[in-house]
């Protein structure tokens, strides 16, 4: 069955234009009982998805800006975060510096819980180690109530005593100097003995019969008998033991128990009387 | 040629409408279909279905009270359309014919826009029945009376009137 030709189908297609022009113009004029024209109901019905598809794209718009807007928040409030989290890490370092602060201090009070009247803390703002004098300076003076002869001591033990005063500064003799001397005792062994410094950061104790067994790590505190330091103040461990061929005494090598160049902070204790016997007593506390 | 006979029978059809309707009366023919059935039998389908559109808007805008624009626009084109159907397959010439196939139109026009109405509104309104058939019958005599009128050779009675005068 062949097409008929267009010149013969033209009547069809006019009649087809006429009627849809016609029913176009009455759908836009007729309304349904509902209120509503037929020609808006096909309207709805063929614009009906573009409107849904405009509606979700503006939907989706919306929810996109309110994303871009979170993100930016978000973003904000993350720098923000890590800001803080920068300060408070610099804050927590401050922290834990006067936290090991406060642990030298405790230290140093848990040794001496009940620390002497005229107990001055201090710094040691400098050590001079050049040849064999070992001496200190410390930021206090006779302002604050420093004299010569006064202990010097870390929370670690014995650093030395008060030789010098300036109004706001004092020099301290190191234990280690090559001329410093102080009565002290093996502790172990219950052995009193004298420590000379031997100018190189250590001390020697002298005077200690062979047949004492001394051994290496031995703790060595102060004996108090030299009239210049309190008792039971920490000066170090034995580092080694040795004979000579012909003496009666070991030479004994102590490491100290301070390093002063790592007690930046310090107390200077009043210096001990020799008519305050009990003195000794009350720094053991 | 067809044009303007289509042009003036719609003029006349417009006037004759407002007459007819000024006068009052109760079953008036439907004149627009007139110069539809006129086109349809000398012009084709195509004139015919552009007269009928012209035709039913001229009847949509004079209609009173006033019609939706483009009811019997729509009708008419189809009504055309039939008619050059039909006028393509028969030859038409009786009076009798044409008076009935008008008639029939008018007919078929009114189930035509009662089938639209109920689409459009979704409610059918019946027109009185009577008054489809008395205007059925109005437009067939009215288009019978036409087209006897039509085929009276009134130039060459007039020719021979004057020759007589003459002689």
């Known amino acids: 069955m062949s097409t008929p030709p267009l010149t013969s189908r033209r009547p069809e297609i006019l009649l087809a234009v006429l009627l849809s022009a016609c029913l176009v113009a009455l759908s836009l004029q007729v309304r349904r009982p509902t209120g509503e024209s037929v020609g808006e109901r096909w309207l709805q019905s063929i614009l009906g998805p573009f409107v849904d598809l405009v509606a979700g794209v503006r939907t989706a718009g919306g929810d996109l800006a309110e994303w871009s807007s979170s993100r930016r928040a978000l973003l904000s409030e993350n720098r923000q975060l890590r800001s803080s989290a920068e300060a408070l890490e610099a804050e927590l370092l401050r922290l834990r510096g006067v936290e090991r602060d406060r642990d030298r201090l405790l230290a140093l009070f848990g040794a001496h819980a009940a620390p002497p009247a005229g107990t001055v803390a201090a710094r040691l703002v400098a050590v001079e180690a050049a040849g064999p004098f070992r001496t200190a300076l410390l930021d206090r003076g006779a302002d604050d109530g420093l004299s010569p002869g006064g202990v010097v001591v870390a929370a670690e033990g014995l650093l030395g005593r008060v030789v010098a005063v300036g109004a706001g500064t004092a020099r301290v003799q190191l234990l280690s100097d090559r001329v410093a001397a102080a009565g002290v005792l093996l502790a172990r062994q219950g052995r009193a003995a004298v420590a000379r410094g031997d100018g190189r950061g250590g001390a020697t104790i002298l005077y200690v019969p062979t047949i004492e067994a001394v051994e290496v790590n031995d703790p060595v505190v102060t004996s108090g008998t030299d009239g210049l330091y309190p008792t039971d103040l920490p000066v170090g461990r034995v580092l080694s033991v040795n004979r000579k061929a012909d003496s009666l005494f070991w030479e004994i090598q102590v490491a100290m128990a301070v390093d002063p160049a790592r007690a930046a902070r310090v107390f200077v204790l009043p210096p001990v009387r020799t008519s305050d016997a009990p003195a000794g007593a009350a720094a053991r506390r | ?167």
């Open chain 2, 1 to 167: 040629m067809n044009s303007l006979r289509l042009a003036a029978g719609l003029a006349l059809s417009t006037l004759g409408t407002l007459g007819l309707g000024a006068l009052g009366l109760p079953a008036t023919p439907d004149l627009f279909l007139l110069p539809v059935g006129d086109s349809a039998r000398r012009g084709g389908a195509p004139l015919a279905m552009v007269a009928g559109l012209l035709a039913g808007l001229l009847e949509d805008l004079v209609s009173v009270p006033g019609r939706l624009l483009g009811l019997h626009a729509f009708t008419k084109v189809l009504i055309g359309y039939v008619l050059a159907t039909i006028a393509a397959r028969t030859v038409i010439e009786k009076p009798a014919a044409v008076g009935g196939l008008l008639a029939g139109a008018v007919v078929l026009e009114s189930v035509a826009l009662v089938l639209l109405l109920w689409i459009l509104r979704g409610e059918a309104l019946l027109p009185p029945p009577l008054l489809v058939l008395s205007r059925a019958a109005a437009t067939g005599l009215l288009a019978g009376a036409l087209q006897v009128a039509s085929r009276v050779p009134w130039r060459e009675r007039r020719e021979a009137r004057r020759r007589m005068k003459l002689g």
